[in-house]
T-cell receptor, first 111, second 116 residues
Framework: DAKTTQPNSMESNEEEPVHLPCNHS???????IHWYRQLPSQGPEYVIHGLTSNVNNRMASLAIAEDRKSSTLILHRATLRDAAVYYC????????????FGKGTLLTVNP | DAGVTQSPTHLIKTRGQQVTLRCSPK?????VSWYQQALGQGPQFIFQYYEEEERQRGNFPDRFSGHQFPNYSSELNVNALLLGDSALYLC???????????????FGQGTRLTVV
């Protein structure tokens, strides 16, 4: 599986935007970029995914570099509830893919 | 929709014993995957079940086995428990679209296993 690199931790203030970076220089042409997050004492939850184009949903935006070797998850206005570990994952998508998690980025949101 | 449910939420076992963890997938989902999450680490893929067969497997020993039932629910069995098996065990479900399109995985809250 192609590998991703994320900062171990980041800090933000409430109601400010947060940009979480992810490097994936060995991404293949068929790899989707997934973001999941894990709140304390919970299982991971899906945030967003993309292939080539930037994506928006109700939770976040995903900005993908033109060469696809990096991406950024954008939380437009961080809330205390967004404090979690954020995982950037590559896989082929489809129904039989497995998710290969790294250590992720621990996001702290200050009130 | 209850989402993915796992049972039990916590349990304590003694080294050498066997344990069975259970998972009910989200309604309409036929694919179940199991992950192990050690403290401070990201989840690690154990295996995936579809149509009652193990479809793919991660780097885990044969002590880890599973089963999927006709109603798509699944069990994870671990034999000869080691102290190092202490972890949060997560179940994830997703629908199978025959390889076409994208599917997201829905995770349960996990079962916290402590081996003493």
């Amino acid at each position: 599986d192609a590998k991703t690199t994320q900062p171990n931790s980041m800090e933000s203030n409430e109601e400010e935007p947060v940009h979480l970076p992810c490097n994936h220089s060995t991404i293949s042409g068929t790899d989707y970029i997934h973001w999941y997050r894990q709140l304390p004492s919970q299982g991971p939850e899906y945030v967003i995914h993309g292939l080539t184009s930037n994506v928006n949903n109700r939770m976040a935006s995903l900005a993908i570099a033109e060469d696809r070797k990096s991406s950024t998850l954008i939380l437009h206005r961080a809330t205390l509830r967004d404090a979690a570990v954020y995982y950037c994952i590559l896989s082929s998508g489809g129904s039989n893919y497995k998710l290969t998690f790294g250590k992720g980025t621990l996001l702290t949101v200050n009130p | 929709d209850a989402g993915v449910t796992q049972s039990p939420t916590h349990l304590i076992k003694t080294r050498g014993q066997q344990v069975t963890l259970r998972c009910s997938p989200k309604s309409g989902h036929d694919t179940v995957s199991w992950y192990q999450q050690a403290l401070g680490q990201g989840p690690q893929f154990i295996f995936q079940y579809y149509e009652e067969e193990e479809r793919q497997r991660g780097n885990f020993p044969d002590r880890f086995s599973g089963h999927q039932f006709p109603n798509y629910s699944s069990e994870l069995n671990v034999n000869a428990l080691l102290l190092g098996d202490s972890a949060l065990y997560l179940c994830a479900s997703s629908p199978d679209f025959g390889g076409a399109g994208y599917t997201e995985a829905f995770f349960g809250q996990g079962t916290r296993l402590t081996v003493v």
